[in-house]
């Protein structure tokens, strides 16, 4: 089975894009890779056949866990490079070998019925790199307000910015950028709406190399506040038909945005920063 027309959702880390994810994956006619793509790269036809499992009622009712994941050992087994790249990958990094590999170990996780593959990246966007390899690919961003972004941020185990940018994985700081860090004593909470600024500059350069048709914009908040009325336009994006079961799927989730929690964690001080950062992407993305 060829892949066509796989859908991407991409977005910096903490934007929201999980649960948008899981969610999108009740959709009873799309593909995603599971833990099986995982933990057995090599095995993509053991994703296919839980996939398989899934639209057989009666396992379908009583199995519990099967979301989706990222997986980024199956796209680094395939993809040398692909995890943790210091900067973003672009079409011209593509390999034959790479291209000819990940076609084949994705048509293998689809089914007749779910025909159509669901995935989520986040970190560096890699929409050159994807668009290569699938030139008829949708893509799905996802962006949340950037205070709540970065208050996030500093919140998980896995983030880098601790070590300093000499040692994260997005590159060495222009001279912009570290003017800008200095200017706030090297504050960690700067680094990390830095980080969010060196990422979103690599969207948007990325945005320019597809047809605007195939890419779209979705905020968190909305995810939250409105979810039926956001999915019925991503389903239209993504040409899925919308169904009642779907939409009752809906109901499965609870969605609260917990935005202003950077209020109440960081103090008056890292609030300043904060915002003084993020003012440019606080104003074009409407958080202003």
């Known amino acids: 089975m060829d892949v066509v027309k796989p859908v991407f959702i991409i977005g910096v880390g903490r934007s ?3 649960i948008f994810h899981k969610i999108f994956a009740k959709h009873p006619n799309v593909a995603w890779l599971s833990k099986y793509s995982e933990k057995y790269p090599a095995k993509p036809q053991l994703t296919r056949y839980q996939m398989k499992l899934m639209d057989t009622p009666i396992v379908n009712k009583i199995s519990k866990g099967n979301y989706p994941e990222e997986c980024y050992s199956f796209w680094e087994y395939y993809c040398k490079g692909f995890r943790t790249p210091f900067r973003d990958l672009l079409p011209e990094d593509v390999t034959h070998k790479a291209k000819k590999g990940i076609r084949s170990a994705l048509s293998q996780i689809m089914t007749p019925k779910r025909d159509r593959l669901l995935i989520k990246i986040t970190g560096w966007p890699r929409i050159g790199y994807l668009h290569e390899i699938f030139n ?22 896995w983030w880098w910015g601790w070590k300093g940018p000499q040692s994260w994985r997005w590159g060495e700081l222009n001279s912009s950028q570290q003017e800008e860090w200095e200017k706030f004593n ?6 990390a709406g830095i980080e969010l600024k060196i990422l979103m500059e690599a969207l948007d350069k990325g945005k320019k ?22 999915f019925q336009e991503v389903l ?3 040409e899925l ?13 609870t969605l609260n945005d917990q935005n202003d929690k950077w209020k109440t964690d960081l103090t008056e001080n890292q609030q300043k920063v904060l915002e003084a950062v993020l003012v ?4 074009n993305y409407g958080y202003r």
């Open 16 to 18: 929201g894009s999980s």
């Open 236 to 238: 239209n994006f993504s």
């Open 209 to 230: 190399l597809i047809d605007q048709k195939n890419f779209m914009e979705i905020k968190y908040e909305t995810l939250c506040s409105d979810p039926i009325h956001l």
């Open 241 to 253: 038909e919308w169904s009642d079961t779907f939409e009752k799927s809906l109901k499965d989730f």
């Open 136 to 157: 008829d690919a949708k893509f799905i961003h996802v962006v949340r307000d950037g205070r709540a972004v970065v208050n996030s941020m500093i919140n998980v185990n």
């Open 186 to 191: 090297k504050s960690f909470i700067a680094l």
């Open 280 to 283: 440019d992407y606080q104003e």
